[in-house]
């Protein structure tokens, strides 16, 4: 059982708005780095936005994310049909010394 | 190009052995520490381990599902991060991507390799 919660499923029309929501604690998402992670269908996943709000060279800026306290937020504008995907946050956990990952939000396009 | 290539995935029975590897390719390998992230049919991602650079040690971390069955280490004289998974169950059915870790503990991966499905049936 993932210790990162995420909505299993949110959906928009093409060119609307989607944010995602990463729940954690203190031990986790309060004092690390979020990254954030896209898996099209039958693809390996991607990554979308590191150190919390910071995206990778290529990947356009209708991406963000953002950190207040023990959560996190990743925000898709002009949402696109290829933007179709699951998307899963994921942080260190020092207390467990180990990698946690959110349970995975699918996006639908409408 | 960043490439991560895995291999040895396969049909194993419940209590066997496999190893995987992943040859990288396109930066310097010794540099980075390297992790395994599995994913279940139809699940999520589920972290397996990591281990870091020899600057930082060469040390490992493993999720509690793997810890003392599972093994990661390295040859950078080769550029492979390689898993050793012993006493296998059914349950660690899944596909199993390498990736690069950016940080003495992981702050991001980034890529990942196209991922090796293993499948423990008997």
């Known amino acids: 059982q993932s210790v990162l919660t995420q909505p299993p499923s949110v959906s928009a029309a093409p060119g609307q708005k989607v944010t995602i929501s990463c729940s954690g604690s203190s031990s986790n998402i309060g004092n690390n780095y979020v990254s954030w992670y896209q898996q099209l269908p039958g693809t390996a996943p991607k990554l979308l936005i590191y150190e919390n709000n910071k995206r990778p060279s290529g990947i356009p800026d209708r991406f963000s994310g953002s950190k207040s306290g023990t959560s996190a937020t990743l925000g898709i504008t002009g949402l696109q049909t290829g933007d179709e995907a699951d998307y899963y946050c994921?942080?260190?956990?020092?207390?467990?010394?180990?990698?946690?990952f959110g349970t995975g939000t699918k996006v639908t396009v409408l | 190009e960043v490439q991560l290539v895995e291999s040895g995935g396969g049909l194993v029975q419940p209590g066997r052995s496999l190893r995987l590897s992943c040859t990288a390719s396109?930066?310097?390998?010794?540099?980075?520490?390297m992790s395994w992230v599995r994913q279940a049919p139809g699940k999520g991602l589920e972290w397996v381990g990591f281990?870091?650079?020899?600057?930082?040690?060469?040390?490992?971390e493993y999720a509690a599902s793997v810890k003392g069955r599972f093994t990661i280490s390295r040859d950078d004289s080769k550029s492979i991060a390689y898993l050793q998974m012993n006493s296998l169950k059914t349950e660690d059915t899944a596909v199993y991507y390498c990736?690069?870790?950016?940080?003495?503990?992981?702050?991001?991966?980034?890529?990942w390799g196209q991922g090796t499905l293993v499948t423990v049936s008997s």
């Open positions: 281990i870091r650079s020899k600057a930082y040690g060469g040390t490992t």
């Open positions: 396109g930066f310097t390998f010794g540099d980075y520490a």
């Open positions: 990736t690069r870790v950016v940080g003495s503990n992981p702050n991001w991966f980034d890529p």
């Open positions: 994921g942080t260190w956990d020092s207390s467990l010394s180990a990698w946690v």
